[in-house]
């Protein structure tokens, strides 16, 4: 082995880029292989998200409809028989309150509850929820309960 035979291992050194516009005697003078004009020949470019070549871009050609309520209020949904299962599991007796409802997961803390009136409730409970359909209500209190709106 000698000073001349010495040389890196193997996948050590890793090849370094193309020096490009150093030049025009290094073959990569000039456009620095960037092409002539155009954006993409400038410094500083980045091509912007969804941009399309100077097309009109799908998010501008797409027809834009509907409306979005920014004042809507979103509650949670749940139905009397779901309340009916409860009493006959045995975790509510006489009591339906939001934090019941969170701790058996049919809600969640932040949730605005209302009651709709899908099945049939035989107990009669006293239900403290944010909001209550006509029809919930009326059953609620036919059974012998009290509707208590939050």
Partial sequence: MDLHSLKP???AVHKEGKRVGRGEGSGKGGTATRGHKGA???SGYSKKI???G???PLQRRVPKFGFKNINRK?????NLNKLQELVDKGIVK???TLEILVENRLAHKND????L????LKAGLKVSVHKFTASAKAAIEAAGGEAISL
Wanted: zero cysteines; glycine letters at 22%.
């Fill in 54 to 56: 100077g097309q009109m």
């Fill in 40 to 42: 993409k020949s400038r």
């Fill in 112 to 115: 605005l509850v209302k009651i």
């Fill in 50 to 52: 969804g941009f399309e």
């Fill in 117 to 120: 009136g899908n099945g049939e």
């Fill in 74 to 78: 979103e509650y949670k949904g749940i």
């Fill in 94 to 96: 006489k009591e339906v």
């Fill in 9 to 11: 291992a193997e996948g």
